[in-house]
């Protein structure tokens, strides 16, 4: 029986630190997206519904604990 691979979304606006922690994700066997910002990242969780978050804290125009509220304000409890 093969395991499903658990969804990662990498939330981060400086593409060398995303791709850096998806290529580490990636060969330890997890699916992962990317959004660099959080208006991206709110948008992704609500169609893909991802097992874990990996939320940078400053990005422009909403910061990693704006996305982090808006989220659990919508009952959205992913681990970040």
């Not at 959080?38 to 609500?46: I, Q, S």
């Amino acid at each position: 029986m093969q395991l499903e691979q658990q969804l990662v979304l990498v939330v981060d606006d400086e593409v060398a630190v995303a791709d850096l922690l998806e290529d580490a994700l990636t060969l330890g066997g997890y699916h992962t997206l990317r959004a660099a910002n959080g208006m991206e990242a709110l948008r992704l969780v609500r169609e893909k519904s991802p097992d874990l978050l990996l939320l940078d804290i400053n990005m422009p125009l909403m910061n990693g604990f704006e996305v982090l509220e808006r989220l659990r304000e919508r009952g959205n409890d992913t681990p970040v």
